[in-house]
């Protein structure tokens, strides 16, 4: 399974963007995805995830109320929405897929992509 996570970049406190995570074949219709950040010298931390029909989302605390995840199955594709976004949004993003359907336990990585917030 191979994760192409896209969409990161800099953007202005306050600004928005919209990050995708597309995987080939029908690697992500049938299983619950993720959405986790690392910052520069944190531990990577969980932001969001979405069950595979996409009628059940979670979300950390910190984000919760700005982001929001969602999925088209029909493209492979993942999407993390975010708005309002702040300094300490900065952090590499990383989209992961369940290893086992239903669990929300995450075997598959994306390679990231960066997003920059300025002040």
């Known amino acids: 399974v191979q994760l192409q996570a896209s969409g990161g970049g800099l953007v202005q406190a306050g600004g928005s963007l919209r990050l995708s995570c597309a995987a080939s074949?029908?690697?992500?219709?049938?299983?619950?995805m993720g959405w986790f950040r690392q910052a520069p010298g944190k531990e990577r931390e969980f932001v969001s995830a979405?069950?595979?029909?996409?009628?059940?989302?979670m979300y950390a605390d910190s984000v919760k109320g700005r982001f929001t995840i969602s999925r088209d199955n029909a493209k492979n594709t993942v999407y993390l929405q975010m708005n309002s976004l702040k300094p300490e949004d900065t952090a590499v993003y990383y989209c992961?897929?369940?290893?086992?359907?239903?669990?929300?336990?995450?075997?598959?990585w994306g390679q990231g992509t960066q997003v920059t917030v300025s002040s």
């Open positions: 992961a897929r369940e290893g086992v359907a239903g669990t929300y336990e995450y075997d598959y």
């Open positions: 979405i069950n595979w029909r996409g009628d059940s989302t």
């Open positions: 074949g029908r690697a992500l219709s049938n299983y619950g």
